[in-house]
């Protein structure tokens, strides 16, 4: 029966972008990677009037009138409390993804954006600042979860020369969310005092469209056959995703990598720390996704009217040049997803952190001298666009694309927590201490995200190798010197016995009924 399922025209390669490849990134990141960035940009544009609100309902239930460094940190804490809920949901998802697969854990955590959505929607109405707080804590949370387990499910059900751009698809909607956060927070919109709850709560919107068509599509066959043994639903998937092409040497690969596991149980955390053949994969998750947060580009999204504000431009002017931003911020995630199997990986972090690098510099030198020329102030937004351009093509989406890329199945659920655990307390301290760094250094502290912008181009020449086009066992072999891993290790652990996987081996099917 297994034979059947394999039987396909050996001359068609499974290279195509089929329809149902896109349609399961398009769902996975509608509801998910888009969630992420509208939620990182839709505090910018009301930010008084969340202010105002915190400050009246103080003085109606508590009778206590805070001034304006108490209203500062509530307001940097609801900016930042996102981020501790995403830490939170980052640490869950080695458990999630291995106990409910990735689909799965993708279709259950989507109720917590209801119940987040519905708080913040509703604290106005019932005069209770918490509410936003705890609504930001819960969606925060789907985010952390979420923004590891879609590149997880995608680059495990794309056929290796398409995962770079399958890989980047949630990079674009997190850009995507950016922009109709932006868009939607102008004041001919929802801008306004009265309309600021509701703009908060939109997001359920994309997650009730994500749960009712996500179910329908198969759940990722790597984990279908490497941690679950189900070779049928395995290949059912696969003929899914690909309509056509050899499937039998993609179930071939995955078997080789399941013989290479010394077992199909998942490593934990602490494990993964512990593991010396993955020593060098381990530093270069923490080193990208600790780089990519420090890198200031959540300082951009978080305060971007402000920054445009100590700029020099217009309070008028602010609101539409922040959606200019969010629009050419889309344009370049697109380019990066276009470019990332033609260019490869390393070739746009490294031009990416470069560039971003220089336009620090920019920030700070017109900054210096608005007063002296006023032309500077166009230089200052110019610079902050190459950031974000410069962040949306080249590393955007590339920490969580190759921590799919650089792990092994036993491995790759625990890594994504490590780094998405970093990625989002990382993210919380830039969102927290950017305001007050800025009120001490001023303009000087772009230098910082210029030196870290720097420091993780030189990183990626050095260390990170080229994973473009490559099988998950050749980018572990790749990584094996450096580890002082013999090649032969990697695949001396034979003695799991394919029985185990309903007798399914790649020596024969003679095993096979």
């Avoid at 600021?196 to 056959?225: D, G, K």
């Avoid at 902050?384 to 190759?402: D, E, N, R, T």
């Amino acid at each position: 029966m297994v034979e059947e399922l394999l039987v396909v025209d050996e001359t068609k390669i499974n290279r195509n972008l089929t329809k149902s490849l896109l349609a399961v990134a398009f769902l996975a990141s509608v509801g998910s990677s888009m969630l992420y960035g509208f939620n990182l940009a839709v505090v910018n544009s009301p930010a008084q009037y969340i202010k105002d609100f915190y400050n009246e309902t103080l003085q109606e239930t508590y009778g206590w009138t805070p001034d304006e460094r108490h209203i500062t940190i509530l307001y940097s804490l609801t900016v930042s409390i996102f981020a501790i809920g995403g830490m939170i949901g980052a640490l869950s998802v080695g458990k999630l993804v291995t106990k409910y697969g990735r689909k799965g854990t993708l279709v259950r955590s989507a109720v917590l954006v209801f119940i987040g959505g519905g708080l913040m929607g509703l604290s106005r109405a019932w005069r209770e600042p918490s509410m936003v707080v705890i609504g930001r804590f819960i969606v925060g949370v789907h985010s952390g979860i979420s923004l590891s387990v879609v590149p997880m499910y995608l680059g495990e059900i794309a056929p290796k020369n398409l995962r770079g751009f399958l890989g980047l698809i949630p990079s674009i909607h997190i850009c995507l969310g950016v922009f109709i956060a932006q868009v939607l927070g102008l004041q001919e919109l929802m801008g306004k005092e009265q309309h600021w709850p509701l703009l908060m709560a939109l997001i359920v919107f994309p997650t009730l469209l994500q749960l009712m068509l996500l179910p329908w599509f198969p759940e990722s066959p790597r984990y279908l056959l490497i941690e679950k043994g189900n070779i049928h639903d395995t290949i059912a998937a696969l003929k899914w995703f690909r309509a056509k092409g050899n499937i039998q040497l993609e179930v071939e690969e995955m078997q080789e990598e399941q013989r290479s596991l010394s077992s199909i149980q998942t490593v934990s955390v602490c494990g993964l720390l512990m593991d010396r053949c993955v020593r060098w994969q381990v530093i270069t998750i923490v080193v990208v996704n600790i780089g990519m947060q420090l890198s200031g580009i959540d300082a951009i999204w978080f305060y971007t009217n402000d920054i445009f504000k100590d700029a020099g431009i217009p309070e008028p002017h602010i609101q539409y040049t922040t959606v200019a931003t969010g629009a050419i911020e889309v344009i370049s995630g697109m380019v990066g997803c276009f470019a990332i199997e033609r260019v490869g990986r390393r070739p746009l972090m490294i031009g990416g952190y470069i560039f971003m690098s220089l336009c620090c510099v920019g920030i700070t030198i017109s900054v210096l001298f608005q007063e002296q020329l006023s032309c500077m102030r166009y230089i200052s937004v110019a610079c902050v666009v190459g950031i974000i351009a410069g962040f949306c093509i080249g590393p955007a989406g590339v920490p969580f694309l190759i921590t799919a890329e650089l792990f092994k199945q036993s491995h790759r659920p625990s890594a994504y927590t490590l780094g998405g655990c970093l990625n989002w307390l990382s993210n919380f301290t830039i969102g927290f201490v950017f305001p007050f760094l800025e009120m001490a250094t001023g303009p000087y502290c772009y230098l910082i995200f210029c030196t870290i912008c720097l420091g993780m181009a030189i990183y990626t020449i050095f260390i990170i190798p080229e994973t473009r086009n490559k099988t998950f066992m050749e980018i572990s072999q790749m990584f094996a010197s450096k580890n002082n891993i013999h090649e032969e290790e990697l695949s001396s652990n034979n003695h799991l016995k394919m029985s185990r996987m309903n007798g399914y081996g790649t020596l024969g099917h003679h095993d096979v009924k």
